[in-house]
């Protein structure tokens, strides 16, 4: 479960079990067939939509999407992660960076840093290509590259151990 905030509006709430999402309350089946390396068409409710996935950034959260043409920035946000706002977790850069895992599967285009070497939060620690789309993983917080796990050019599944700090 998420919220979804498109163009800065009121967040909607998703809610996904199986091949049904709820969105705003109403449940529907929706497909989704690829028809190029970032575009999509989408089909809810009777409706076809074409969807072109222009930028997506994992650090803020936000993918661009060019919906039937109009563009939309949509911003998502966890369950948890509200949370820990909540609780007054959010946001601090005097963390110690955390191990870098990967947030989906895909190829390794390249790596920009080397064990041993000192990162600030925010600094690109690698390229992560997914669904022809290259994805720059950058450092969670300040920290020392302890391992890295991940090599140029290989393939890696969502959740496997990319770089680990100390």
Request: charged share 25%; hydrophobic share 40%.
């Amino acid at each position: 479960m998420f919220d979804a905030r498109v163009n800065d509006q009121e967040p909607i709430r998703v809610v996904k079990e199986n091949d049904l999402f709820e969105i705003a309350g109403k449940t529907g089946q929706t497909d989704m067939e690829r028809i190029g390396p970032d575009s999509f068409q989408l089909r809810s409710g009777g409706q076809n939509h074409k969807v072109h996935v222009v930028r997506v950034d994992l650090e803020s959260k936000q993918v661009t999407l060019k919906v039937n043409g109009k563009r939309a920035v949509v911003t998502l946000t966890s369950d948890l992660e509200k949370l820990l706002s909540n609780l007054g977790m959010h946001g601090s850069g005097s963390l110690k960076a955390a191990n870098v895992k990967a947030p989906m599967p895909g190829l390794i285009h390249s790596i920009m840093v080397q064990e041993g070497q000192s990162v600030v939060k925010g600094e690109p620690l690698l390229i992560l290509e997914a669904m022809k789309m290259e994805n720059v993983i950058k450092s969670p917080a300040d920290g020392l590259v302890n391992k890295i796990h991940a090599q140029k050019g290989s393939n890696v599944d969502k959740g496997a151990m990319l770089i680990s700090f100390g």
